[in-house]
C-alpha cells in the first residue's frame, strides 16, 4: 500500500500518549488523532479520523493488484472515546459517530457476488436488477451513518445506497463488545 507525505507526531506526557498520523493515500488523504490516556484507571481512549477524497477504486486496485471498481471517491469521519482494561470492555462503552460518504463510480458484480456474506453487498446484489451481460453496477452514492452509545452503533435509516436502478435505504445494530449485530431493510 503506497502512502505519500507521511507525518507522525507523537507525545508522551505524564502517563498521556497522543499519535496524529497523516498521509495522503488512493488520491485522498487521511488524518487522525488517538489518545491513550493512562492517567485513569482504567485507560481512556479516543480516536478522530478524518479521510478525505479516498478513492476505493485506487484503493482496491492498489491492494488486488487488478480493478474490482473505479472511482468512489470516499469522506469518513469517525469520532470515538471510550474507557476499558481491556479491548471488549473498551469496545462495549464506546460512544461516539462513524459517517462514510462513498461517491460516484462503478463495482464489478464479480465482487459483489465473490462476497456475498457480506451484509451490504447481499443487499445490493439482490435489490439491484442487472443484465447478465452487465459487468458493472453504477453506484451514484452512498452514505452509512453509525451513532454509537455504550458500545451499539445503530443505524437508524442511514445506510442509504442509490445505484442508476434503485435506492436503497436500511438501518441495522452492532454490538461492538460481543460484535453480534441484526439488520433492517
Given at each position: 500500500?503506497?502512502?505519500?507525505?507521511?507525518?507522525?507526531?507523537?507525545?508522551?506526557?505524564?502517563?498521556?500518549?497522543?499519535?496524529?498520523?497523516?498521509?495522503?493515500?488512493?488520491?485522498?488523504?487521511?488524518?487522525?488523532?488517538?489518545?491513550?490516556?493512562?492517567?485513569?484507571?482504567?485507560?481512556?481512549?479516543?480516536?478522530?479520523?478524518?479521510?478525505?477524497?479516498?478513492?476505493?477504486?485506487?484503493?482496491?486496485?492498489?491492494?488486488?493488484?487488478?480493478?474490482?471498481?473505479?472511482?468512489?471517491?470516499?469522506?469518513?469521519?469517525?469520532?470515538?472515546?471510550?474507557?476499558?482494561?481491556?479491548?471488549?470492555?473498551?469496545?462495549?462503552?464506546?460512544?461516539?459517530?462513524?459517517?462514510?460518504?462513498?461517491?460516484?463510480?462503478?463495482?464489478?458484480n464479480d465482487v459483489l457476488d465473490r462476497v456475498g456474506a457480506d451484509l451490504l453487498t447481499q443487499i445490493i446484489g439482490v435489490a439491484v436488477p442487472s443484465d447478465e451481460k452487465d459487468k458493472m453496477t453504477t453506484l451514484n452514492c452512498g452514505v452509512v451513518r453509525f451513532a454509537v452509545r455504550k458500545g451499539d452503533a445503530v443505524a437508524d435509516k442511514t445506510l442509504v445506497m442509490e445505484t442508476e436502478k434503485v435506492l436503497l435505504v436500511g438501518g441495522g445494530l452492532i454490538h461492538l463488545k460481543t460484535e453480534d449485530s441484526s439488520e433492517e431493510h
Open positions: 500500500l503506497t502512502l505519500d507525505k507521511v507525518n507522525i507526531a507523537a507525545r508522551l506526557d505524564d502517563g498521556k500518549l497522543t499519535v496524529e498520523p497523516a498521509a495522503r493515500i488512493a488520491g485522498g488523504t487521511v488524518s487522525a488523532a488517538i489518545d491513550i490516556d493512562a492517567r485513569t484507571q482504567p485507560a481512556k481512549f479516543s480516536v478522530d479520523v478524518d479521510a478525505k477524497k479516498v478513492s476505493i477504486g485506487a484503493l482496491t486496485k492498489e491492494l488486488r493488484g487488478y480493478e474490482t471498481s473505479k472511482g468512489l471517491d470516499t469522506n469518513l469521519k469517525m469520532k470515538l472515546r471510550g474507557q476499558g482494561d481491556s479491548l471488549r470492555v473498551l469496545m462495549g462503552g464506546l460512544d461516539g459517530d462513524i459517517r462514510l460518504e462513498i461517491g460516484e463510480g462503478f463495482v464489478s
